[in-house]
């Protein structure tokens, strides 16, 4: 902090295509997408277009007990073009929130089942699900987290799938692969009966240095925790949206979660907005009278934001 304390940030006065100028109109590539979140481009006419149409109906108003045509027709292009079976959209305002959300989702689901003895997660080594507590329980890089243990949940760490770095002395590829699906079979296995989900950042982890993940791996994953019935999250909010080539990078190996968490480019890079999608069983379980106190008590002031 101190390093930055006595320096003057770039000040950005203004932005086009994928180009930021500062206060004294110098150009400079806008080369990290604004932190991974601009597909468009700064300035795309259409979006700036629609913003500025919108601002003319409205501009904001809860989703607590109301909704809007942006947001009922947004979700319905969601289940649309994500991975099948996904069929409701939770809405939230930043990657982590829609990770947040999906924790308690999964939580209360097996809670609402009957089975109160699911609480644990199971995630990946060197995993980076945002920095809000909960997401940061979910993570598992200590450069960021480490300090902040005291205030996390605990957590069962599978190994990351590295074939560059990883800790076997010998075998090829598909040797190392098959030693990885093993570990993470074993852990799945033992924590079965404890563990509400699995999280994972889809065949790239972002955050932790852009480890690409070995193919095949997320499908043997999703295999193992439905053979295991446990569900399966998919963070996406750095992947998703034609980041990996795809529009999803579940989409790679015909993957479907059982909850997908959504943000960053979800708005192309313009305004804060994200989204949690869950299938129809999830969603199921929530449902009954009142006084059953099924409801899922989550929300945010900004949440489905018409603007965004």
């Not at 904001?60 to 909704?67: A, D, E, I, N, R």
């Not at 605990?154 to 560059?164: G, N, S």
């Not at 994972?200 to 499908?219: D, R, S, W």
Request: charge should be neutral; proline fraction near 4%; include cysteine.
């Amino acid at each position: 902090m101190q390093e930055f304390a006595g320096q003057s940030p770039l000040k950005i006065a203004a932005a086009q295509g994928c180009w930021l100028e500062d206060e004294q109109g110098r150009r400079y590539l806008d080369g990290v997408s604004s932190l991974w979140a601009n597909l468009h481009g700064h300035r795309h006419p259409l979006i700036d277009r629609a913003i500025k149409e919108q601002m003319g109906r409205v501009a904001h108003t809860t989703m607590l007990g109301l909704s809007h045509r942006g947001g009922i027709e947004l979700a319905r292009e969601l289940v649309r073009m994500t991975p099948e079976g996904l069929t409701r959209v939770f809405y939230s305002d930043s990657g982590a929130t829609a990770v947040e959300i999906a924790l308690k989702m999964a939580y209360q689901y097996w809670q609402l089942k009957g089975e109160k003895q699911r609480y644990r997660f199971l995630k990946l080594a060197e995993a980076y699900h945002g920095d809000t507590i909960g997401a940061v329980s979910l993570g598992g890089m200590d450069l960021f987290h480490e300090r902040f243990d005291r205030l996390l949940f605990d957590t069962i760490k599978v190994p990351t799938p590295h074939l560059y770095r990883h800790p076997f002395t010998v075998g090829d590829e598909k040797e190392i692969v098959e030693r990885y699906v093993a570990l993470s079979e074993d852990l799945i296995k033992k924590h079965a009966e404890e563990a509400c989900a699995f999280i994972i950042e889809p065949l790239i982890q972002g955050a932790a240095g852009m480890i690409v993940h070995p193919p095949g791996y997320l499908k043997h994953i999703r295999d193992l925790t439905r053979k295991h019935n446990m569900l399966l999250i998919a963070d996406e909010v750095a992947v998703g949206f034609g980041r990996t080539g795809k529009m999803f990078a579940s989409d790679w190996e015909e993957v479907s979660p059982d909850l997908l968490c959504l943000g960053k480019g979800i708005t192309g890079g313009y305004l804060p907005l994200a989204a949690t999608l869950a299938t129809e069983k999830i969603y199921s379980a929530f449902l009954g009278d009142f006084k059953e106190l099924k409801t899922f008590f989550h929300g945010h002031t900004y949440t489905g934001n018409p603007l965004a």
